[in-house]
Every structure is written in C-alpha cells, then in structure tokens.
C-alpha cells in the first residue's frame, strides 16, 4: 500500500514537473509578452520576468520594444527642378504598443520600411535639388510626418529620420562646381576691391602726413631699401635723390649766357656773303669771311673775332710795282705800295695743316 502511494506520487510530481516546464516564460526586461489565448488576445501584456502560460492553449509572443534602426535602400527620383537624384535615408523608430504591432500589422518592420520607401520617393519629387542638398532638416521633419502618420495605427512611433546621401549626376556635379568657382571668384574680386579701397585711403592719409615732413619720406627710403637687401638674391639699384637732380638743373641754368632764357636759342650771326665784300675794300687787317667757321669767328658783337682766325690763311695786299735793285738805307721810306720786308717787318710762322673746319681758298690779289 506504502509503495503504491509513493509511486503514484512520484508520478504526479512528475507530470508537475513536465507541465511547470511546458508552462513556463521568461521575458526579457526589453520586451514585453502578448498571449493569445485559444486564438483570442489577452487582455493583459505580460511585463518582463518570469511568466507562465497554459500548455496548448496559450501562446505567448514576445514583442522587442527597443529603438529599431533601419536603412532605407536608395532611391531614383526626380526633382521639381527635373533634375535626376539618388537618395538614400535611415529611419529610426519603437513599439510603443505591442498588442497592436502583432495584432493590427502582420509585420511591422517590413511595413515601416516599405512606408519610408513610399514617402522618400514622394519628397524627391516635391523639393528642388538646392533643399535636397542645403534645407536638410525641414525634408527629415517632412519625411517624419509622413512615415508616421499610418505608423501610429501599427502601434509604432517614428523616433527620428534622416537622408543620408545624395548623389548627384557627373554632369551636375561640374555644373555646380562651376558654379561655386564663379561665386567664389566673384567673392574674391570684391575682397579685393575693398582691400584696395582701403589701402588707397590709408596710403592718402600717409602721404598727407609725410608732406609735411621731408624727411619722413628719406626714412621711408632707407626703410624699404634694408627690406630688400634683407634678400640676399635680389639687386638692389638705389636712385639719385632728388635734391641732387635740381643742384645739377640750377648749374646748368648758371652756365647759359646771358640774354639767353630757357627754352630759347641764341640767334645766329649774320656773316656777308664772300662776293658781297667790296675789293677796295680789303685791307691789311680785312679777312675773306669763307675761309673762317663761323661758329668760332662770331661774337657777341656780331664782328669777327681776331684771335679765332687761323694765321696761315691770313690775306695781305700787293702792287704791281717792282722792288728796288739795292737794299734800302736804313730809315729811308719805302716805296709806295711795296711790303714792309726785313727779319724785324713780320714775325716768322711755321707752316701747320689748316683745321678740317678751315675753308681752303686761294690768295687773290686786288687792283
């Protein structure tokens, strides 16, 4: 009798033990159980931890309440701008309502993924390129609203969306590389342009100031020429000052003969023409005017200068009377027309080559 009683119970803490194991759940603390019950919904959500379920009746699904991220694959559109894009997103949202993520929805997560497909396609064709690339945030906030709007019946909540890349023809690309050239040439034209408006006042103000102090602009000088010679590979060519150029401009106004200003030429010297001269004129001390230069014969007082013409193409006269046989007395006059003759009557001249500007003639003897 003893011996049937503990082998019946021993069976029947068996089948407890089978039936606590069949029966048993654990939960995790991120998730949250849902039973059907023959079928039906429960009306209580299992909390995580250790739960148990009726074996063969009940079925208990576990439903992940964590922040699911997912990547939205990439997607062709066209612009309102007509301009052809490729963009992809990412899209971050939770189960806030777990009995109607398994009861309304067959599969959340494929639904949530075809619904952001759907809608960035959507706000591709309903922005231009220049919102695409720069108005990010507004189009996420956009995307949102979107995705969440028939999300909130599947008991899912759109946390956060964000497009992640946009990619751009070649052809595009160039066209707004260019563009950004020519808007940052024009940006640095205008940098330029005020840089030098700027410089040329301050340079104003300087030389304002420098005027008034000769010597500031010398110091000035030296300054820059030990800036340069800083440069062991580079010349350095110093300028005359300009004190230096009007001491030689005062000289050479000193050494212009009087009578004469500047900017004028002294006149030049009428000289009489040679078959002008009259024959009887001519005289011991009459020179021919061609065998003289005349831009060394002439003089202030519009004459000829004695003491510029040559001595061996002076002109003296002769008679034709003859000279006497003898000697003559000493102290006796000479005869009318003759030359004065004797070592003492004219100094002896050595013979020298007339100058290149002397004009060669012959002696001509005058009646």
């Known amino acids: 009798m003893v011996q049937e009683l503990l082998v019946a119970l021993v069976a029947v803490l068996s089948c407890g033990l089978v039936y606590a194991m069949a029966a048993a ?69 939770k189960v806030v309502d777990p009995a109607s993520a398994v009861i309304q929805v067959e599969d959340y997560r494929f639904a949530v993924s075809q619904m952001a497909q759907t809608s960035l396609r959507s706000i591709i064709g309903k922005s231009d390129l220049d919102d695409l690339l720069s108005d990010r945030e507004k189009l996420n906030q956009g995307l949102e609203l979107m995705i969440d709007s028939p999300a909130v019946g599947w008991g899912v909540q759109i946390d956060r969306v964000e497009i ?10 160039r066209s707004m590389a260019r563009q950004a050239e020519a808007d940052r040439e024009r940006r640095a034209r205008v940098i330029n342009a005020d840089a030098e408006l700027q410089a040329s006042k301050k340079l104003a103000q300087a030389a304002q100031q420098m005027s008034t102090q000769p010597a500031a602009l010398q110091l000035r000088l030296l300054q820059t020429v030990v800036a340069v010679a800083a440069e062991k590979n ?18 050479q106004q000193g050494q212009q003969p009087q009578g004469v200003h500047d900017g004028q ?26 065998l003289v230069d005349p831009a060394v014969a002439a003089s202030s007082d519009g004459g000829v200068d004695p003491s510029a013409v040559d001595p061996t193409v002076a002109l003296q006269t002769f008679t034709d009377q003859p000279l006497p046989d003898g000697s003559l007395a000493d102290g006796a006059p000479e005869p009318d027309g003759a030359p004065e003759s004797g070592p003492g009557a004219l100094p002896e001249f050595e013979l020298e080559q007339p100058p290149e500007h002397a004009r060669k003639g012959r002696f001509t003897r005058h009646h």
Do not use: C, W
């Open 164 to 173: 992640k890349d946009v990619s751009l023809p070649e052809t595009m690309k």
């Open 234 to 251: 580079s010349t350095l060519v110093l300028p005359f000052p300009v004190e230096l150029l009007r001491f030689l401009e005062r000289a």
């Open 25 to 93: 759940r654990v939960v995790k603390q991120y998730e949250r159980g849902v039973v059907l019950r023959l079928g039906r919904l429960h009306d209580a959500v299992r909390p995580p931890g250790f739960t148990m379920i009726v074996p063969g009746i009940d079925r208990l699904r576990k439903v992940n309440m964590q922040i699911v991220t997912m990547p939205v694959p990439a997607q062709d559109g066209i612009t309102r701008d007509n301009v052809t894009v490729r963009v992809d997103a990412v899209i971050y949202f």
């Open 265 to 290: 030429q002294a006149p030049e010297q009428q000289l009489p023409e040679p078959d002008a001269v009259d024959p009887d004129a001519v005289g011991p001390n009459v020179v021919d005017p061609g």
